[in-house]
């Protein structure tokens, strides 16, 4: 499967200036004046690929070939001929641009039908890798092989089309054609082809199919009355992110505010832990301190007897000569020194006693200091603590106010997602089941019910996103939530139908759907040409300043240059014709024609002097 891709377009005649426009292999631009021809290009290569009618203009007259260049996927170049109003195309494997007289390669015809052995639909579809899909044609299953002019159909838009009430994948406003739009849509976003069926069912296989058919309808039906939600499977998944956003965002402030918590809870520990060693030590340093206390009370008292002992000494005599107040000698009776002796041994008692008290006291008072700064160093510190603690005990607090509501919120976010998740099971169940129920063949399917091939909503979801992403690419307002409602099949946007809308919303719809299903295709390798010419697909957008559009949107210039930006990235090939100019920096970054009608450049498609004539 390969791109084709548009090389030019020209018109040939005897004795007629040659017209001719090249195709950029990425983004070309003809616009300018009306009447110049853009819109008979856009006509005149849907005739070249297997039109029915050729595009008539008083300037055509005279000529008598009309040439389209293609450049196949391998890069062979390849030139279609064919004459106004002709079924017959010759094919040159070379790239012509002038009147031809040389025999053709192969000659094909340009309309292809169910007996159609040599037709530029097969010719083309085979060179492009398609020639073996098969579409379905109608409600009883039976098939028929793709035409290229199924796929031109969704590729090139003339005017006319593009502001057509008619849906987009419509040839026709026939029920008969209905079926087989609605599986070449089907074929186009999913890949996936129509069997050949044999459509001959008796009145047995009948039966058996629609007791089939009535028991995925059961089934199909009790799953979705297990929904708890009407929500689409765009809305859930779209649901389902910003319900993810919500929960990584209240996870985040959950492990903040639970680190915090921990931090608190760890240094409240901490503080108990040194708190109750202080606690331990202060007891200590106190019950050192009374002790010592009352020692050092015991060591003044005794130095206070002392004093009072060499006091009473020196009232009772014990320290003077006479009578013995030790034996009562009186004097003469004394050996010498008697009195002397013992005095002198009572006092040197005393002393002793004194200085051993007081070496006691002295060394005892500096340990009772040292003990007091200790007692009021770990007092300090237990209030620290306690302080400290207390705080964490806040802090605590705090953490555990906000964890419990957070927590009970993350638990309902938590459940919801479940929810969604269940919902999405559930529809993704019921597709499988549709899917398997649209593959039922057999004429049990009646008017009004959906489509007998249709596709998936998973993939359909995906499309829709892209047609999305194209039209808010293009700052289109008010036309949100855009979608392909398959079994309508028409475009939704704004919560109308494209066929509800003004001229100007349903060209811009027509060219946004268009564009996003050739994005589609081309990203995930789907049947698609590779090309896409859209004729004025923004040009009825007007300043509601200066023409207001009654009851639709209020559109804007801006628009169109943001269509024309947004078109520099398309990935495949593409040829806008409208009016209005594009903006400088497209045009310096696209292949431009500008056709001046009967001002100074070129005139238009033809040349003046055809015009002339």
Not at 166 to 183: D, E, F, I, N, Y
Not at 223 to 244: A, F, I
Request: net charge negative; glycine share 8%; proline share 5%.
């Amino acid at each position: 499967m390969g791109d084709l891709r548009l090389v030019h377009l020209t018109y040939a005649g005897s004795g007629k200036p040659t017209a001719t426009v090249e195709f950029d292999p990425a983004l070309t631009v003809i616009y300018g004046a009306s009447d110049t021809g853009k819109s008979f290009i856009a006509e005149s290569i849907e005739y070249m690929l297997g039109g029915t009618r050729a595009p008539e203009v008083r300037e055509a007259e005279g000529y008598s070939q009309i040439l389209l260049g293609l450049r196949l996927p391998d890069g062979t170049p390849l030139t279609l001929l064919r004459a106004p109003h002709s079924n017959t195309i010759h094919i040159h494997r070379q790239d012509l641009r002038g009147l031809v007289t040389a025999f053709a390669d192969t000659q094909v015809t340009a309309m292809h039908t169910a007996r159609s052995k040599n037709s530029l639909s097969l010719f083309l579809l085979g060179e492009l890798g398609l020639a073996d899909l098969r579409i379905r044609k109608n409600e009883a299953g039976g098939s028929r092989s793709m035409a290229l002019r199924d796929l031109v159909h969704l590729s090139v838009i003339p005017e006319t089309r593009m502001v057509d009430p008619l849906s987009p994948v419509l040839h026709s406003s026939a029920a008969s054609g209905k079926t087989a739009a609605a599986s070449v849509i089907r074929l186009m976003l999913t890949g996936d082809g129509d069997p050949d069926v044999d459509t001959g069912l008796n009145a047995g296989q009948r039966r058996v199919n629609k007791g089939k058919i009535t028991l995925l309808d059961q089934i199909i039906l009790d799953l979705q009355s297990k929904l708890t939600t009407t929500e689409n499977v765009r809305e859930l998944r779209d649901r389902k992110v910003r319900l993810q956003a919500s929960i990584d965002e209240h996870s985040t402030t959950l492990r903040v505010i639970t680190d915090r918590h921990l931090d608190a809870v760890t240094a409240r520990m901490r503080a108990a832990e040194e708190l109750s060693t202080v606690e331990t030590r202060l007891a200590e340093a106190g019950d050192l301190v009374s002790r010592f206390q009352l020692l050092e009370e015991q060591y003044r008292s005794d130095l206070e007897r002392l004093v009072m002992v060499t006091e009473a000494g020196s009232l009772l005599g014990y320290f003077r000569v006479g009578t013995c107040v030790f034996c009562g000698a009186e004097p003469e009776h004394q050996n010498a020194g008697h009195g002397e002796h013992e005095t002198t041994q009572l006092h040197l008692a005393v002393q002793n006693e004194t200085a051993k008290t007081s070496a006691l006291l002295a060394d005892l008072l500096p340990t009772i200091e040292d003990l007091c700064t200790q007692f009021d160093t770990l007092s300090a510190r237990r209030a620290s603590l306690q302080q400290d603690a207390a705080r964490r005990d806040e802090e605590i607090a705090q953490a555990q106010d906000l964890l419990a509501p957070l927590r009970e919120r993350m638990d309902e976010h938590l459940h919801a997602r479940s929810e969604i998740e269940r919902s999405l099971e559930l529809h993704e169940r019921i597709d499988e089941l549709e899917e398997r129920r649209s593959r039922l063949d057999g004429e049990t399917v009646g008017p009004g019910q959906r489509p007998a091939e249709y596709v998936p909503n998973r993939i359909l979801s995906t499309f829709d996103e892209t047609l999305r992403r194209t039209l808010e690419a293009w700052k289109v307002p008010a036309v949100e939530f855009a979608e392909y409602d398959q079994y309508a099949m028409d475009i939704r946007a704004g919560g109308r139908p494209r066929v509800s809308r003004g001229k100007g919303v349903r060209s811009v719809l027509h060219s946004a759907f268009t564009t996003a299903l050739a994005q589609f295709c081309l990203s995930n390798s789907r049947p698609h040409p590779g090309f896409i010419v859209l004729d004025s697909p923004v040009v009825t957008y007007r300043d509601p300043i200066s023409e207001p559009i009654g009851d639709d949107v209020d559109l804007t210039s801006n628009v169109v240059d943001h269509f024309y930006r947004d078109m520099l990235d398309f990935p495949g090939q593409a040829v806008i014709l409208e009016n209005g100019d594009p903006p400088a920096d497209v045009i310096s970054e696209a292949s431009i024609y500008r056709f001046t009608g009967t001002g100074p450049g070129r005139h238009g498609f033809f040349p003046a002097a055809a015009v002339d004539d």
